[in-house]
């Protein structure tokens, strides 16, 4: 294997939206209603092998928006890409799946849910930037409690 083949690759290969769906099921009376929607965001990250240096990865972001606990709506939006990654550790691999790919794939995601939500004829909503690095570290520190936890103690 020469010098160059084994240097590290990444680039991505095609971005696109892989599903997207809007429900507002107490319109049109919660357009007359001038209260502010409490906001909840939820992001859900995965990723798999396609070929041979290829990986899907897909950020899935879902908004709820409820007045006085009647949905406004439900947005959700899962922006993919897939990704050339090459010539790298597991390790990184992994990471590079759940940071990078993520990192890159989240303003789009934004984009793609603001506009739904405007064309819903609600005020588009601004996803604030997600620190996925964080987020990484946390489902990686519940995953080793689950694991610690599920160890069979010896007497």
Same mark, same amino acid.
């Given at each position: 294997?020469?010098?160059?083949?084994?240097?590290?690759?990444?680039?991505?290969?095609?971005?696109?939206?892989?599903?997207?769906?809007?429900?507002?099921?107490?319109?049109?009376?919660?357009?007359?209603?001038?209260?502010?929607?409490?906001?909840?965001?939820?992001?859900?990250?995965?990723?798999?092998?396609?070929?041979?240096?290829?990986?899907?990865?897909? %950020?899935?972001?879902?908004?709820?928006?409820?007045?006085?606990?009647?949905?406004?709506?439900?947005?959700?939006?899962?922006?993919?890409?897939?990704?050339?990654?090459?010539?790298?550790?597991?390790?990184?691999?992994?990471?590079?799946?759940?940071?990078?790919?993520?990192?890159?794939?989240?303003?789009?995601?934004?984009?793609?849910?603001?506009?739904?939500?405007?064309?819903?004829?609600? %005020?588009?909503?601004?996803?604030?930037?997600?620190?996925?690095?964080?987020?990484?570290?946390?489902?990686?520190?519940?995953?080793?409690?689950?694991?610690?936890?599920?160890?069979?103690?010896?007497?």
């Amino acid at each position: 294997m020469s010098e160059e083949q084994a240097q590290p690759q990444f680039g991505i290969e095609k971005l696109y939206v892989k599903d997207v769906s809007l429900e507002c099921p107490n319109t049109p009376e919660l357009f007359l209603d001038r209260e502010a929607p409490q906001i909840e965001v939820k992001l859900f990250n995965q990723g798999k092998q396609v070929g041979e240096g290829l990986y899907e990865v897909m %950020l899935t972001v879902t908004v709820t928006a409820k007045i006085s606990e009647r949905t406004a709506y439900l947005a959700e939006v899962a922006q993919a890409g897939i990704f050339r990654i090459i010539h790298v550790p597991d390790e990184t691999l992994e990471m590079i799946m759940h940071i990078t790919c993520p990192n890159m794939l989240f303003p789009y995601a934004r984009e793609a849910v603001s506009d739904l939500v405007g064309r819903a004829g609600f %005020l588009p909503i601004y996803l604030a930037p997600v620190n996925f690095e964080m987020l990484y570290q946390q489902q990686r520190a519940q995953q080793a409690q689950a694991a610690a936890g599920a160890q069979p103690t010896v007497n």
